[in-house]
């Protein structure tokens, strides 16, 4: 058979398989959307796809490697998020404060995707998945610190900020392990009201320009300052996502 047959022939059958696989993962997230996701079972996937158990374990060796699969999905839209910020012509600490509302954006607008990455990056679920699904995730959401780091690395060239002994990683660190507290808090329904804990995003950002006081982070900013707060927080919303409502 002719080379060029056989390539063809190769890409038509990769083709399938790649559709196969976003048919598999499309009726996992409808089912994860109305049922939750742990009562979602691998025969009822492949039984709403109209396929053999079988086949649906030749593209996932388990539960558990699906929904990392999926938690991955939507991630190339927060890269595009984080990279809007990145490139906003505004100071470096403005860009790294504003990365965690384009994280709050990217929250609001899939909420079922923050529930299953929830899950899915449990150690429990992550350490059951295979380790090729567990390296295409790492390797998907590796562009998100990338982006943070360029940040830091143009605020340290420009002098806003010293290193100090951390490398760029480690230092964005920090901002991002207070975004994702607070989403977790904000999802656990009740704990905030019992701790009277209110607009738990803008006291997000106020504890976020605290962290980058505390680094001396330059321009120095009064996080208790709420007009001037709002006033950047409108014009990162305004600039970079549309007028979108980003707390």
């Known amino acids: 058979m002719p080379e060029h047959v056989l390539v063809g022939t190769r890409q038509r059958r990769l083709r399938e398989i790649a559709g196969r696989e976003q048919l598999f993962l499309d009726a996992a997230r409808e089912?994860?959307?109305e049922e939750g996701v742990l009562n979602v079972q691998m025969a009822r996937i492949a039984e709403k796809c109209d396929y053999a158990v079988g086949t649906l374990?030749?593209?996932f060796t388990s539960?558990?490697?699906l929904l990392i699969a999926l938690a991955t999905c939507n991630i190339q839209q927060r890269v595009e998020m984080f990279r809007r910020v990145a490139e906003w012509k505004a100071p470096t600490r403005d860009r790294m404060a504003g990365i965690a509302v384009a994280d709050l954006v990217f929250v609001r607008r899939y909420p079922e995707h923050f529930r299953l990455a929830q899950f899915a990056f449990t150690d429990v679920v992550w350490h059951a998945a295979s380790a090729q699904r567990r390296q295409v995730a790492l390797a998907a959401g590796k562009p998100l610190?990338?982006?943070c780091a360029s940040i830091v690395n143009e605020a340290v060239e420009c002098g806003d900020v010293q290193l100090k002994g951390l490398n760029p990683s480690e230092l964005t660190l920090g901002p991002w392990a207070l975004t994702l507290g607070v989403h977790t808090v904000v999802h656990l329904d009740g704990l905030l009201e019992q701790h009277e804990v209110r607009e738990p995003y803008r006291l997000l950002l106020r504890h976020i320009?605290?962290?980058l006081n505390?680094?001396?982070w330059k321009p120095l900013f009064d996080p208790s300052d709420i007009a001037e707060l709002e006033r950047r927080?409108?014009?990162?919303c305004r600039e970079v996502f549309n007028d979108q409502p980003c707390a």
């Open 31 to 33: 089912l994860v959307r």
């Open 57 to 59: 374990y030749q593209h």
């Open 63 to 65: 539960k558990e490697d």
């Open 145 to 147: 610190g990338a982006i």
């Open 209 to 211: 320009h605290n962290l």
């Open 214 to 216: 505390g680094l001396d």
């Open 233 to 236: 927080m409108g014009q990162l």
